[in-house]
């Protein structure tokens, strides 16, 4: 696999090994030492997610707060999306910056995204499945969020705001200033 260092602190782009013949490919997309000899990441993670959705979708920005902080390593199965991350650790030295990656079923990139972070990602094509590994299991008390469009953030999503199919949920998500740290 090959690690390349994001500009947030602790977040990293993975790419793994793809073995291509005429049978079609074979990818490992985890293996626990070799993540953690490349990272220095001592990790154990918990629970898999999957989510299916439609071009225009966007889905965050989400955290979970406290003891139930979540790290996590995301993936494209099918189609693409554009995956972002935003460091909310005040005492970081990259507090309050954000990174985006496009994740597709064809470069195979995975994001890790610690602790401490806020994550959220738009669809790119229809029909994209869309995975990730949690370290922590999810409590719905230590949901957080912050809105999308956030002016502080200034995060470019690359599509329209009246292309973007987002939750009601969602759209109720404070300001990064606003938000539950």
């Not at 220095?40 to 966007?58: A, R, W």
């Not at 229809?126 to 995975?131: E, K, L, M, V």
């Not at 912050?146 to 109720?172: F, P």
Request: proline fraction near 2%.
């Amino acid at each position: 696999m090959i690690v390349k260092e994001t500009k947030l602190k602790d977040c990293f782009i993975i790419e793994p090994q793809v073995f291509n013949d005429k049978r079609g490919y074979f990818v490992e997309n985890y293996n626990q030492k070799t993540f953690k000899k490349a990272l220095g990441i001592d990790i154990e993670f918990v629970q898999d997610n999957e989510s299916k959705s439609s071009k225009g979708v966007l889905r965050g920005l989400h955290y979970q707060l406290g003891s139930f902080a979540q790290a996590k390593l995301v993936r494209v199965i099918k189609g693409s999306v554009l995956d972002v991350a935003v460091d909310l650790r005040p005492n970081s030295a990259t507090f309050g910056e954000h990174f985006s990656v496009v994740l597709t079923e064809q470069n195979k990139k995975q994001l890790f995204v610690p602790r401490g972070f806020a994550h959220g990602f738009l669809v790119l094509e229809d029909q994209t499945i869309f995975s990730y590994k949690c370290d922590n299991f999810y409590n719905k008390e230590s949901e957080a969020g912050v809105i999308y469009n956030d002016e502080t953030l200034g995060i470019d999503w690359t599509m329209m705001e009246d292309d973007l199919i987002i939750s009601d949920k969602d759209l109720l998500l404070p300001t990064f200033k606003n938000a539950r740290l």
